[in-house]
């Protein structure tokens, strides 16, 4: 497919493929040319797959190439506690997750190389139109919201002749200076920063990607995740694509190049209703600005005027506040906005699906000072704190936060127990990877490069530490040893957010349900884990009352299970254990007990009964 647009970029162009008959026609299964059966071919690949996990197996721990780990659901190595009924024992000084983590992967388990144990939200966009200084502003945007993507930065721009390109890994500073500025004119523009899934932290694979065909060129800038990704791949490759990076937003350029609908706005609708799961894009032409949100509203998108006119579209409202663009509202689930010199035009992409907002966003990801689906990020934080020390009180002498995520929530906390809050933690924001031999005891050494104790806050004291979340468990128990080895006589541990108990498949790169402590163990065992005197998370039930009539828009799949786009990437078998829980979830909310019978499942203490038996999370719906 001839391409009729000139692009000018700094790495790669996408080239894309036209659509052939034979291809889709061809479809016997054969092998080394032999015809084989669906299952036979099912039966080969996992014998490969097992093949390459045993070779990875065997690689030094310092190797470049990663262990892969199966997905199979009869092939899960779980931690054994012994008899399922009994309550885990967990041997003093060691870390059990880490060991289990460290033999599914095949060697030593780093933290600091796995990406640290904390939820990861992949990417934020921004999009201009109308302003000379169109990449300098967007610029500004990416570093507004470089918390969203640390791993490589890009920026699209378009003199109204052709599409200009840069990117780069790392931060947006490192990326991008004067003379690449430069590189960047025009007035419009499209801007990412990304976080990659492992493996993936690779140049081709940082956005905007532009590509061209045969009507133009266009670079798109996506926030989500596609879970329909793989089926439309092999679909495309079948009908003769050509990728050029392992990023489900390639998919979106082939689709919009091979679409026999016009003009450009018909083909990429027409790409978009083949798409299933979460999706914040804008696309650059080179006469057009194009903002396209998914149906659901996973991923946040909002729309802001500059006073010169300039139209400004972003993942957080922080981006608009930075380059002094007035917020006007979130562009709504299943909606196009186009931008042009005719003025600004909006269409429903699809039906509207009941919106499921990542709450995540809240709890996480999002800018204290961001405004998200509507609402303030700094308020939500600051009610889950309140709410903790309602539902989860303790005596305690200070109150402290793990910085930066639970600083807030922590303030909430503080209020409303009467007790002062203090800076107990110093967090340094100068720690990237080190290239130390990381030999076990350096490992140690990781939580300590991050955070700092303050021993005249912590020495003596009953401390009261609230986080945003517990994901692994492998840097909770770091932070806990470390306040009491600066002298803290008792240690609660505090968590703005229900028990994850499930991965997500929407655009935040989360580890294996396996790995996910609260899917391993209940809430008394995470806290012997560790270590803490007592752990209490947010209910759930008490987070939607606080919601309100918002709660259903809402997507807490991660605290519940219950996926509104079915994951494809589960196999068959765990996709049905899925959709059976989501039924038992939703049809039976009234009757779905906690793990122990008591209402305050969700909070434990070294006091608490040692009876406590079940290995399951405790989750209140």
Known sequence: MAATGAVSTSNVVLSLGTRTSSNRNNKNNTFLGTQLSTKSLITLARAVRDLRCRSSAELPVNSSSAPCSSSTEGNRDFIQWGNSSTTAEV??????????????????????????????????????????????????????????????????????????????????????????????????????????????????????????????????AHNGNLVNYNELRTMLEEDGSIFNTSSDTEVVLHLIAISKARPFIARLVDACQQLEGAYSMVFLTEDKLVAVRDPYGFRPLVMGRRRNGAVVFASETCALDLIEAEYEREINPGEVVVVDKEGISSLCLMPQRQRKACIFEHIYFALPNSVVFGLSVYQSRYKFGEILATEAPVECDVVIAVPDSGVVAALGYAAKAGVPFQQGLIRSHYVGRTFIEPSQKIRDFGVKLKLAPVRPVLAGKRVVVVDDSIVRGTTSSKIVRLIKEAGATEVHLRIASPPIVGSCYYGVDTPSKEELISHRLSVEDTRKFVGADSLAFLPLEKLRDMLGTESPTFCDACFTTNYPVAPRSLSKDAAEKEIAHNLIVEGLTENYSVTNGNKNSNISSSSSSNSHKSVAPAIVP
């Open 91 to 220: 041997i003093e000084q060691q870390n059990p997750m880490v060991e289990w983590l460290s033999r599914r992967r095949g060697g030593v388990y780093d933290e600091e190389e796995d990406g640290g144990d904390m939820l990861r939200e992949e990417c934020g966009v921004v999009g201009i139109f109308g302003d000379t200084e169109a990449s300098r502003l967007a610029y500004l945007s990416l570093h507004a919201m470089q918390h969203r993507g640390q791993e490589g930065a890009g920026i699209v721009t378009c003199d109204e002749r052709q599409l200009h390109q840069v990117t780069g890994m790392g931060l947006v500073s490192e990326v991008f200076d004067q003379s690449k500025l430069s590189r960047l004119p025009g007035s419009s523009a499209v801007g990412h920063v990304r976080y990659a899934t492992a493996g993936e932290s690779v140049l081709k694979n940082v956005q905007p990607f532009v590509a061209g065909y045969r009507f133009g060129s266009v670079g798109v």
